[in-house]
């Protein structure tokens, strides 16, 4: 069914600069690996498999937000080097957002730029992490401290990969596509995810590379209506995740990031509604769309955290002259950058 | 004298950004340093002297090429997280090469790029380090290895700062001013470096000024018809760097950057003779102005140190299809890029 949908396309980002986002079977995907004259894999264990035979030129790193640090990125660093790796040669990640993250920042610095390619592995990371351009590590517990802008010259969408993902892996990813559906401005992806429930539950191949394509969409259209992110159109792709950041800081990243993303919608929605900003029925529809596919949003910080959690919430990147901006929506594919009242929010977060 | 023929101006680097050149003297230097409204000053140890006053936003940190390393940059960017900077506040440094560097490339994966003003105190970082757009950490012995293209907004250049250079650096940052001599496409600097030998001996600020001057304008003639590095234009200011880089690798970074350079420099013109490539002219131009600034190039490589030489050359950046490239000079303005034989590489260099 997708093949007729789903199509190869290019997304432009800052200074101009496009990767090209492309659909390949499990064979293809085999031949383009090791179709490089010279490059790096960076796997991560959880994706080794899908990375044939013993290679050279192939690091497997443990998976986990625990390893997205500057070891880890020196990992890296030292194999691109004992492999004399040059700045024309490529960086190609096979992972989830983690690998592909640490992987494009060390070849964003390596001799201050090499070759970049993402094979995203999990739903999150094709959906989210492997079109935008966004490298980075983790820092003192800061996620995404340290990082660049440094766009892939392309991203491999391998659907396959994705029917032996793990449940937890696969409702993680899904948090970001729901998040896709409320910021597109028609309900194309809203009432693909209502109606084609069953197929995606049962990791039907050609219906997941649909909904990524449809969600792949979304996010385009905001990075190219503001590809600096500068006119606060690409900000409103961080909905919910002011308030994820935060709520995994203080859990030490135990929470995975989709379940922290579907957590943050609903504050989201929440506070938009108590602000008098978000339409009634879209936070309807928020509601009904996570407990369709068996969200749980009913968890609360304790008293006692919330200092914490304001403090995690006030070194988020999304800060402007009065404060961190939260991405509130009115209603399909329209939102306000806002900084709401701390009792608000609290109302919205505390146990 | 310099007044009438220093003008600030821009230069147009990669991406089509650009770096604004000023000329500051000492009290505007210090208006200017504290006239930002949320910044990071990163001084290094020698330079400190100017930057006035205790300050919450200052971090000095030791100087020379062993401090540029990872555990430097961590200090930066805790030291910006700890005063809450965010993406639009300023990264500033005051002090040589090794911390503008250094700090550029903090400023350019802080939060994924804040903003960055370079203010050189030693005339190696005024000629060489402060424009071009280029930051870096050295990593695993390899100078430079870990970095980005991250122009500064502004260089400022304040020549009063040169009065007090200990002769040591004065002299280092000479050899890249020589370099740039050779590179011009005319004899006004080489001339003017003969001409006023005694004033810029002597440390006169207004001649010093104008050296700075003639010096950045070749600089800024070969990035702006090569901003992307890519036409094998701006590759040509590797020139004696080649041999410099491996030479300070060797010796651990005991060698002055500029002292390498120049011996670099003698290396490349007695190589490109020996190949038929340099005119005679230009090499005796070389030796005449080297020796007329008293830089002894008559060091030579013990012949079981080759090897290890060899080895840092060959993972130089400047890395073509057929190996690592040199920069040969034709006569004044012209060059070639060239992978000369080992033989002929290891006569020139070789005790």
């Keep these: 069914m997708y093949k007729e949908i789903m199509e190869n396309f290019s997304c432009v980002l800052k200074d101009g600069k496009e990767t090209f986002v492309k659909f390949v079977s499990e064979k293809e995907m085999a031949e383009y690996l090791f179709s490089f004259p010279s490059s790096l894999i ?10 044939p035979g013993e290679r050279m030129n192939v690091l497997v790193l443990k ?13 890296i660093i030292r194999k691109a080097l ?5 700045r024309s040669s490529t960086f190609i990640s096979v992972g989830g957002g983690v ?11 390596y001799m201050r730029g090499a070759g970049l390619v993402l094979l995203p592995s999990t739903l999150l990371s094709m959906v989210d992490a492997s079109l935008g351009g966004k490298s980075a590590i983790d820092f003192d517990n800061v996620k995404n401290l340290i990082g660049t802008f ?7 969408i ?7 993902l793990d449940d937890h892996q696969f409702f993680s990813g899904l948090g970001e596509v729901i998040k896709h559906a409320f910021l597109a401005s028609d309900k194309t992806l809203f009432d693909f995810l209502v109606h084609e429930k069953e197929r995606i ?3 039907d191949e050609n219906t997941l590379g649909e909904m990524v394509y449809l969600s792949l969409l979304v996010k385009k259209d905001f990075i190219e209506r503001d590809p600096e992110e500068k006119r606060g159109i690409r900000s409103a792709l961080n909905l919910g995740h002011t308030f994820a950041h935060a709520l995994e800081s203080i859990t030490n990243y135990k929470i995975p990031h989709g379940y922290a993303v579907s957590w943050g919608l609903s504050r989201a929605a929440e506070l938009g509604v108590m602000m008098g900003i978000t339409d009634k029925n879209l936070k309807d529809d928020i509601d009904f769309l996570l407990s369709l596919y068996g969200y749980d949003t009913s968890l609360r910080i304790r008293k006692e955290e919330i200092p914490l959690f304001l403090s995690y919430k006030e070194k988020d990147k999304k800060r402007g002259k009065n404060g961190v901006n939260f991405v509130l929506m009115r209603t399909y594919g329209d939102y306000v950058l806002t900084v709401p009242d701390e009792s608000l929010l609290i109302k919205v977060i505390q146990e």
Excluded: C, W
């Design 42 to 51: 960076v796997a991560d264990e959880n994706a080794s498999y899908a990375v």
């Design 201 to 203: 539950i049962s990791r």
């Design 158 to 164: 391998a659907p396959h990969l994705l029917k032996t």
């Design 150 to 156: 440094y766009p892939a010259e392309e991203v491999v």
């Design 63 to 75: 998976s986990g937000e625990e390893m997205k640090n500057q070891e880890s990125l020196f990992t």
């Design 82 to 86: 004992s492999i004399s790796l040059s």
């Design 99 to 109: 690998v592909s993250d640490m992987t494009a920042f060390a070849a964003s610095v």
